[in-house]
């Protein structure tokens, strides 16, 4: 007995889109990229190993040079600046008679509202107020000693250390007490304060309550008696006039602030002030910084391009061995796009993982060196992520020819000479 199952015919049009069915390739999603290409590495790892670990002594080599001239930069610029690249000292001038000018009293308050001016501080010149270490001292010998009324934020100012005792404070300022520069102290035979260590300052005692480490942005202050401002007008008849006026700028408005400085301290009469010139040192730092940046640039640029030959290298010689894989896969229905996709994903993840190598191996120097040297140990973060980020363009530029080369490979010619 024999039955017959109808069945719907099949048209032409059927026919064309099944094997169009059959056929599509499966979709890598990003992951199943990943595995693949970590797959392929781990076939030959001591090759990857060492093709990686070029890549990582490129990636360190720049790092570490850029982090050591960084910091090297960086404790130039700390020593630049204990050298007073943004001290700036404004004082009167003459007037047009030829007589000394006088700053005003709010020059100070004037110049604070300068913004890029960052600290203010003043002396005021007592000219009548000789230094004597006792009234048994002929008043000729004045020792060539100068005394001077001092605000309280002095030191901070033009970097001065105290060497013993203390700086004047809130309770001595108004009182008779006076702190010494380096070469004053020494002048008249005082090595440290104590409640006896007393002086003639304008016919006044004053208490010695701390002597000064010498200051080199400063060196007047070297040979001064400095007292506080309120106990200068109330015991030896201070006007109350500035006569220097020391400010500290933020470095890259050194020279507008200097523009600014005359006519914000004293707008009735600019051309009576004088202004000192930014410092040489900022100009040598400025030049360090450029030299620094053309250094670094330049070896960047050669540390890359060893490992950009590395990897081009490593992904060359990976297709030529593997051709029976790439055979074995295209027969299996993978696309040409898929192989070029595979092997330009080695390509990157041997970079990056390279240039994470690398990155860290070059901060770890870095630090080490620093450290041996007693620097501040910096490494720029846009070395890190640039290191990083360019090993993986690097590495995509590198592996592009050896991927492209990989999809041509013919699935027939490869299993035969595989």
Same mark, same amino acid.
């Given at each position: ?10 048209? $032409? @049009? #059927?026919?064309? *889109?099944?094997?169009? &069915?059959? /056929? !599509?390739?499966?979709? =890598? %999603? $990003? @992951? #199943?990229?990943? *595995?693949?290409?970590? &797959?392929? /590495? !781990?076939?030959?790892? =001591? %090759? ?371």
């Amino acid at each position: 007995m024999t039955s017959t199952v109808d069945r719907a015919p099949v048209t $032409p @049009a #059927d026919r064309d *889109r099944l094997p169009a &069915a059959r /056929l !599509r390739p499966a979709r =890598l %999603r $990003p @992951a #199943d990229v990943v *595995r693949v290409a970590g &797959a392929g /590495l !781990r076939t030959r790892p =001591l %090759r990857v190993v060492l093709s990686a670990l070029g890549i990582a002594i490129g990636i360190a080599a720049m790092v570490a040079v850029v982090g050591i001239s960084a910091s090297s930069r960086a404790e130039l610029d700390r020593a630049l600046a204990a050298l007073g690249t943004n001290l700036l000292t404004v004082s009167p001038g003459q007037n047009l008679f030829g007589g000394d000018a006088v700053l005003p009293r709010e020059s100070e308050a004037m110049i604070e509202r300068i913004g890029p001016v960052t600290d203010v501080s003043a002396v005021g010149h007592l000219p009548d107020a000789n230094v004597y270490r006792s009234d048994r001292i002929p008043a000729g010998q004045t020792g060539g000693l100068r005394t001077y009324a001092a605000r309280l934020d002095l030191l901070e100012t033009v970097g001065a250390t105290v060497h013993s005792g203390t700086w004047l404070n809130e309770a001595t300022h108004r009182y008779p007490a006076v702190v010494l520069g380096a070469k004053a102290a020494q002048r008249l035979g005082i090595r440290a304060p104590h409640p006896d260590a007393q002086i003639l300052v304008g016919g006044v005692l004053f208490t010695v309550v701390g002597i000064l480490d010498p200051v080199p942005l400063a060196p007047e202050l070297d040979y001064a008696a400095l007292i506080g401002w309120p106990a200068a007008e109330t015991y030896l008849d201070f006007d109350g006039h500035p006569t220097t006026v020391y400010t500290r700028s933020v470095d890259s408005f050194v020279e507008a602030v200097r523009a600014v400085l005359a006519p914000t301290a004293n707008p009735a009469a600019p051309n009576e002030v004088t202004v000192s010139r930014p410092s040489d040192a900022l100009a040598a730092q400025r030049a360090a910084g450029s030299a620094f940046t053309g250094l670094l640039v330049g070896l960047g640029a050669v540390a890359l391009l060893v490992g950009g030959v590395g990897v081009a290298n490593t992904m060359v010689i990976s297709v030529l061995e593997r051709r029976s894989e790439i055979g074995l896969r295209r027969s299996l229905g993978a696309t040409r796009g898929q192989i070029r996709l595979q092997f330009l994903a080695e390509s990157l993840l041997l970079s990056t993982l390279g240039g994470l190598a690398g990155v860290g191996a070059g901060a770890v120097v870095t630090a080490a060196y620093a450290a041996y040297q007693g620097w501040p140990a910096t490494v720029p973060t846009w070395v890190a992520a640039g290191g990083v980020g360019a090993t993986m363009l690097i590495g995509a530029l590198a592996g592009l020819y050896p991927a492209v080369r990989a999809a041509r490979v013919s699935p027939t010619e490869a299993l035969a000479t595989g």
